[in-house]
């Protein structure tokens, strides 16, 4: 079985041969879905949680810039990355200017996207260079898929994983029950959304036997959190 990788990217790119190729190049590194004109890429991007948005400015339906511009009035916070065969500072200013957060310009080494696509994700917070993520006593390891509290291994089956993976992401952060549904399922699942307080609760009782008590909190009628110290906040 396939497992699901705990970094999701968006692609909007209207040359599929170049789409094509940056999805062989990122599909060992994260989950790619890639559409062709910006009307579909604005509906994945405000339907489904992106960890990163890599999108072309001249796209049909909706440029690239008529795109970012909506997602940020939406509080759509996911980063960008533009790529574009414009060249002028300009068009580099424009794009910041409405909500880009790093640009490539067209035609580029496959490196430079890697660098630039993991610079982008360091910066939210949702990647580090040895593949773990720590919150608070957890140590989760993006690679093995391996949890460890204390040096202590919690096994978990791969939807309870993915669930930690996503809430340790977003630290300190008020997740709905719809948003997790929609990033470890996937909006077009045939399971009903109340699956996700089944495996939460499995979690919950998995982290508790090793003393993790309190880690994910219930905000009732609004979501989950999954809080750590204010220590570790600033790091």
Do not use: C
Request: negative net charge; proline residues 2%.
């Amino acid at each position: 079985m396939k497992m699901s990788k705990a970094i999701k990217i968006l692609l909007i790119e209207d040359d599929v041969n170049l789409a094509d190729n940056v999805v062989g190049f990122l599909q060992d590194f994260a989950d790619i879905n890639a559409v062709t004109d910006g009307l579909d890429g604005e509906f994945e991007a405000q339907e489904a949680p992106y960890d990163l948005i890599i999108s072309d400015l001249m796209l049909p339906g909706k440029t690239g810039l008529e795109l970012i511009k909506n997602l940020r009035a939406n509080d759509v916070e996911t980063p960008v990355l533009i790529l574009t065969a414009k060249t002028s500072l300009d068009d580099k200013i424009e794009g910041f200017n409405v909500g880009a957060d790093d640009y490539l310009t067209k035609p580029f080494h496959r490196e430079e996207l890697l660098v630039r696509v993991k610079a982008l994700l360091r910066r939210s917070g949702v990647y580090s260079e040895d593949n773990t993520l720590a919150v608070g006593d957890v140590m989760i390891n993006l690679e093995n898929r391996g949890v460890q509290v204390h040096g202590q291994p919690v096994k978990l089956v791969g939807k309870e994983f993915d669930i930690l993976t996503y809430l340790a992401q977003n630290k300190n952060i008020i997740v709905t029950r719809d948003q997790i549904f929609d990033r470890v399922w996937g909006i077009d699942s045939d399971t009903t959304i109340n699956v996700v307080n089944i495996y939460l609760n499995n979690l919950r009782r998995k982290l508790e036997a090793v003393g993790q008590n309190n880690l994910i909190k219930t905000l009732r009628n609004i979501g989950f959190i999954l809080e750590v110290e204010d220590a570790e906040r600033n790091q």
